[in-house]
């Protein structure tokens, strides 16, 4: 089984709509992050958390919030999706330095 | 802010040529720089990193670069295959506070048969 799953997979939503992304571990990580990806422009840090008390916005925050429910999960939420906020996420965890990442969500914001 | 630089954008060689993809980054606390691979349709996944008390490390066929005065690295590729096309990003950060990490823009690298 996967280290770090991300549900859903895909998505399609309406402006306005709220939507939330999931994230899961087993790797016993304390650190977990999420990020975003367009083309050509890298991954971009949206939220991290180093423990369940422990909150930080990233480059990018705005527009999203996070929970992070316990040490395997940490959901990211678009309280109320816009079009520019179509992109493929990604959440990942980490030890130290070396990050694990998920699979990935492909959001898509009409 | 901190900022880390990838070139090129885009990379096409032949089959069992070499591959080279450079990045320069701007903060001098940083000391840890991975390299992560990305598949289609996939995470990215680290392929080989390096700190900054050594200049070079090798693994098979990937090796990295350092050049902490000019804070320069780079990722080399030696007899590349059809596996290796893919899109790779470097990182960097400083290792003891792995909150920021930085990463370059991507260099997807093209494999021809």
């Known amino acids: 089984d996967a280290d770090v799953t991300q549900t859903p997979r895909n998505r399609i939503t309406k402006t306005g709509k709220r939507i939330m992304l999931e994230c899961s571990q087993t790797k016993g990580h304390d650190r977990m992050y999420w990020y975003r990806q367009d083309p050509g422009l890298g991954l971009r840090l949206i939220y991290y958390?180093?423990?369940?008390?422990?909150?930080n916005k990233g480059e990018i925050s705005d527009g999203y919030s996070v929970s992070r429910q316990a040490q395997a999960k940490f959901s990211l939420s678009l309280e109320s999706a816009i079009p520019n906020q179509t992109a493929l996420y990604f959440c990942?965890?980490?030890?130290?330095?070396?990050?694990?990442f998920g699979p990935g969500t492909r959001l898509t914001v009409l | 802010g901190e900022n880390v630089e990838q070139h090129p954008s885009t990379l096409s060689v032949q089959e069992g040529d070499s591959a080279v993809i450079k990045c320069t980054y701007s903060?001098?606390?940083?000391?840890?720089f991975p390299w992560y691979k990305q598949e289609l349709g996939k995470g990215p996944q680290l392929i080989i990193d390096i700190r900054s008390n050594v200049g070079e490390k090798k693994d098979q066929r990937i090796a990295v670069t350092l050049n902490k005065t000019a804070k320069h690295f780079s990722l080399h590729i030696t007899e590349t295959q059809p596996e290796d096309s893919a899109v790779y990003f470097c990182a960097a950060t400083a290792y003891s506070s792995a909150s920021k990490i930085i990463f370059g823009s991507g260099t997807r690298l093209s494999i021809r048969p």
């Open positions: 990942a965890t980490s030890d130290l330095a070396e990050q694990f």
């Open positions: 958390s180093f423990d369940v008390k422990d909150i």
């Open positions: 903060d001098s606390a940083s000391n840890y």
